[in-house]
Nanobody
Framework: QVQLVESGGGLVQAGESLRLSCAASGSIFLFSAMGWYRQAPGKQRELVATRTSGGFTNYADSVKGRFTISGDNAKKTIYLQMNSLKPEDTAVYLC????????WGQGTQVTVSS
């Protein structure tokens, strides 16, 4: 059974940076894609960034130029470098991994104060 463990969330001030990590365990196979969603109170879950096993990346317009997704296929780990954080980036960030089905992490809270 695949498990995803996220880390790196926290409380920062606007303009600061955070780096999230998501490590997968329980699977010997590569994932076709891994990425991050976020969910703020009262809002729909939003796709933040995706990275395929081939290295293709995609970002939400709201984070382009500020967030960078990267990964290590051998370690089955992805990272989300978040720079120039804004209060509107405040949310629970959830990692996901796709192979035959989608697996979700438990989420990590990111809070950006103004």
């Amino acid at each position: 059974q695949v498990q995803l463990v996220e880390s790196g969330g926290g409380l920062v001030q606007a303009g600061e940076s955070l780096r999230l990590s998501c490590a997968a365990s329980g699977s010997i196979f590569l994932f076709s894609a891994m990425g991050w969603y976020r969910q703020a109170p009262g809002k729909q879950r939003e796709l933040v960034a995706t990275r395929t096993s081939g290295g293709f990346t995609n970002y939400a317009d709201s984070v382009k130029g500020r967030f960078t997704i990267s990964g290590d296929n051998a370690k089955k780990t992805i990272y989300l470098q978040m720079n120039s954080l804004k209060p509107e980036d405040t949310a629970v960030y959830l990692c996901y991994a796709d192979r035959i089905s989608r697996t979700w992490g438990q989420g990590t809270q990111v809070t950006v104060s103004s």
